[in-house]
C-alpha cells in the first residue's frame, strides 16, 4: 500500500509539472532578473538595426529627391560648364538653364514633328543648330520656337550670324520613331545623330529649348523634366531591408529563448519522469 500511495504522489507531481510548466519546475517568468539580460540585449540590437534601418531608407529618398529636382528655375551657367561635345549627356542636369555664345548654321534647320504647345495644338519645333564659340567649333541644336504649320513663314526663316541665347538643356531624344521622308526637313524626333549629317561641325550630345522665341515663333515646351531612376540609390533601399530583417531575425531569437527558459518542453520531461502505473503497482 505505501509503494501504491508513493508511486500515486509521483504521479500527480508529474501531472502539475505538465500542467503548469516553468511554474512547479523552475519558477522562471519573463521578468524574472535572470532573463534581464537578454532583454536588454535584444533591445539593443532590435533598436539598432531599426534604426539603421531608417537611416538607409532615408538616404535613399534623399538621393531620388535629389535627381528629381526641378532646375528650370536655376540660374543659367555656360554650357561648356556641364558638358563637352564628346561627353555624355549629364542626366542629373535635364531641365538646367544654360547659357550658348556662337554663330548660327542655317543649313542645319529643321522642323520636328508632333510638338504641342501649352494649349495642346499639335504643331512643330523649329531646330537650328548653333555653335558654341567660333564658327567651326562644335554645336549644339537649338529649339528655337514652335509654328503650327510647316509651310508657314516664321519656320521658313532662318537665323544669320553670331547669337547668345539662353535655354534649357535637354537630352536627345530617341522614341524609335521612323522617318516617313528622309529628304525631307521634318523630322519626327530630335535625334542628334540624324540632325549631324545636316552640318559639318560636331554636335553636343543633347539640345536647348529657348526660354524665349525667337522672333516670330511661339513659345516650345520642355518635353522631358528631370525624372528618377529606376536604380538610382537602390543599394540604399537594399540595406535598409537588410538591417530591417536583421531586426526581426534578433527578435525572433529573443523570444524562442525567453519561451525555452520560461515554458520549457515539460510534456517530454514529464513524459521521460512520470512512472509506469503498472510497473509501480507490482513494485515490491
Given at each position: 500500500m505505501r509503494s501504491l500511495a508513493r508511486g500515486g504522489l509521483l504521479a500527480s507531481a508529474a501531472e502539475a509539472l505538465v500542467t503548469y510548466p516553468g511554474t512547479v519546475r523552475d519558477g522562471v517568468r519573463w521578468w524574472s532578473p535572470r532573463l534581464w539580460t537578454a532583454h536588454l540585449l535584444a533591445l539593443v540590437c532590435t533598436g539598432v538595426a531599426v534604426g539603421m534601418g531608417v537611416w538607409q531608407y532615408d538616404a535613399w529618398q534623399v538621393r531620388r529627391a535629389a535627381e528629381q529636382r526641378d532646375l528650370t528655375t536655376a540660374e543659367p551657367v555656360a554650357i561648356e560648364s556641364l558638358l563637352g561635345p564628346d561627353d555624355p549627356f549629364p542626366g542629373q542636369d535635364v531641365g538646367r538653364p544654360v547659357s550658348v555664345a556662337g554663330t548660327w548654321l542655317p543649313e542645319g534647320t529643321v522642323l520636328v514633328s508632333g510638338r504641342e504647345d501649352d494649349a495642346g495644338h499639335e504643331g512643330y519645333w523649329v531646330v537650328t543648330p548653333?555653335?558654341?564659340?567660333?564658327?567651326?567649333?562644335?554645336?549644339?541644336?537649338?529649339?528655337?520656337?514652335?509654328?503650327?504649320?510647316?509651310?508657314?513663314?516664321?519656320?521658313?526663316?532662318?537665323?544669320?550670324?553670331?547669337?547668345?541665347?539662353?535655354?534649357?538643356?535637354?537630352?536627345?531624344?530617341?522614341?524609335?520613331?521612323?522617318?516617313?521622308?528622309?529628304?525631307?526637313?521634318?523630322?519626327?524626333?530630335?535625334?542628334?545623330?540624324?540632325?549631324?549629317?545636316?552640318?559639318?561641325?560636331?554636335?553636343?550630345?543633347?539640345?536647348?529649348?529657348?526660354?524665349?522665341?525667337?522672333?516670330?515663333?511661339?513659345?516650345?515646351?520642355?518635353?522631358?523634366?528631370?525624372?528618377?531612376?529606376?536604380?538610382?540609390?537602390?543599394?540604399?533601399?537594399?540595406?535598409?531591408?537588410?538591417?530591417?530583417?536583421?531586426?526581426?531575425?534578433?527578435?525572433?531569437?529573443?523570444?524562442?529563448?525567453?519561451?525555452?527558459?520560461?515554458?520549457?518542453?515539460?510534456?517530454?520531461?514529464?513524459?521521460?519522469?512520470?512512472?509506469?502505473?503498472?510497473?509501480?503497482?507490482?513494485?515490491?
Open positions: 548653333l555653335t558654341v564659340g567660333g564658327p567651326t567649333d562644335p554645336a549644339v541644336p537649338v529649339v528655337r520656337g514652335w509654328v503650327p504649320d510647316a509651310d508657314s513663314g516664321a519656320a521658313a526663316a532662318v537665323p544669320q550670324g553670331t547669337a547668345e541665347v539662353v535655354g534649357w538643356i535637354q537630352p536627345p531624344e530617341g522614341t524609335g520613331a521612323t522617318d516617313d521622308d528622309p529628304d525631307d526637313d521634318v523630322f519626327p524626333q530630335l535625334r542628334v545623330a540624324d540632325l549631324v549629317q545636316r552640318v559639318d561641325q560636331d554636335l553636343y550630345a543633347g539640345f536647348v529649348v529657348l526660354r524665349e522665341p525667337e522672333a516670330g515663333l511661339e513659345p516650345a515646351t520642355l518635353d522631358q523634366l528631370p525624372s528618377v531612376d529606376t536604380f538610382t540609390a537602390l543599394r540604399n533601399l537594399l540595406y535598409a531591408i537588410e538591417w530591417w530583417v536583421f531586426a526581426g531575425f534578433a527578435a525572433f531569437l529573443w523570444w524562442r529563448y525567453v519561451r525555452d527558459v520560461t515554458n520549457p518542453d515539460a510534456p517530454e520531461d514529464a513524459a521521460g519522469a512520470a512512472p509506469d502505473d503498472d510497473h509501480v503497482a507490482s513494485a515490491p
